[in-house]
T-cell receptor, first 115, second 114 residues
Framework: AQSVTQLDSHVSVSEGTPVLLRCNYSSSYSPSLFWYVQHPNKGLQLLLK??????LVKGINGFEAEFKKSETSFHLTKPSAHMSDAAEYFCVVTASDTGRRALTFGSGTRLQVQP | ETGVTQSPTHLIKTRGQQVTLRCSSQ?????VSWYQQALGQGPQFIFQ???????GRGNFPPRFSGLQFPNYSSELNVNALELDDSALYLCASSQDRGGVYEQYFGPGTRLTVT
């Protein structure tokens, strides 16, 4: 079994300030973790992925995330927010147990960026 | 390289009707997954197809069914539509090489059941 908890449903930051979106996961197997972003009326875009290589993962648009097994966390960060970062962000876990590799999504964090 | 495409973009149906949604995979991908995203929620896994066989299913009733074709495109069929089936339906394709892989999503089909 696997699950994801996104600790904040809404996060508001000012443009140019750091972004932190928090995610905790639970998995019976070694997990792979992803962050996806969804802009209004658009599909989901992959930001970055962790698949048991380096624990600090760099993604697109300046985002990065750190896998911490001891804390079962995979928080998403960005040093400086841009107005275009305003969107819904989903933390996602998958684990291959019976061969099924379904993605399990968190409930999402809506990021607002104030000018 | 063509991305994942879905049709139609929007659809309005009446309770009790049947609907078919379509998805074309990204070039080179052999696996298709379908997700339902209700308003304000994260996507929920419906099922996955690999080489034309169902490869896993989420907690959805049998009236949700699917097909994958030899060209790896896919259909999602929903019978006896209910009001709660109103949602954004997302298709995702991936290339299964036996390890963990990322899924690439289409723009979705917005289904409204009245």
């Amino acid at each position: 079994a696997q699950s994801v908890t996104q600790l904040d449903s809404h996060v508001s930051v000012s443009e140019g300030t750091p972004v932190l979106l928090r995610c905790n996961y639970s998995s019976s197997y070694s997990p792979s973790l992803f962050w996806y972003v969804q802009h209004p009326n658009k599909g989901l875009q992959l930001l970055l992925k962790y698949t048991s290589a380096a624990t600090l993962v760099k993604g697109i648009n300046g985002f990065e995330a750190e896998f911490k097994k001891s804390e079962t966390s995979f928080h998403l960060t960005k040093p400086s927010a841009h107005m275009s970062d305003a969107a819904e962000y989903f933390c996602v876990v998958t684990a291959s147990d019976t061969g099924r590799r379904a993605l399990t999504f968190g409930s999402g964090t809506r990021l607002q960026v104030q000018p | 390289e063509t991305g994942v495409t879905q049709s139609p973009t929007h659809l309005i149906k009446t309770r009790g009707q049947q609907v078919t949604l379509r998805c074309s995979s990204q070039s080179g991908h052999n696996t298709v997954s379908w997700y339902q995203q209700a308003l304000g929620q994260g996507p929920q896994f419906i099922f996955q197809y690999y080489r034309e066989e169902e490869n896993g299913r989420g907690n959805f009733p049998p009236r949700f069914s699917g097909l994958q074709f030899p060209n790896y495109s896919s259909e999602l069929n929903v019978n006896a539509l209910e009001l709660d089936d109103s949602a954004l339906y997302l298709c995702a394709s991936s290339q299964d090489r036996g390890g963990v892989y990322e899924q690439y999503f289409g723009p979705g089909t917005r289904l409204t059941v009245t």
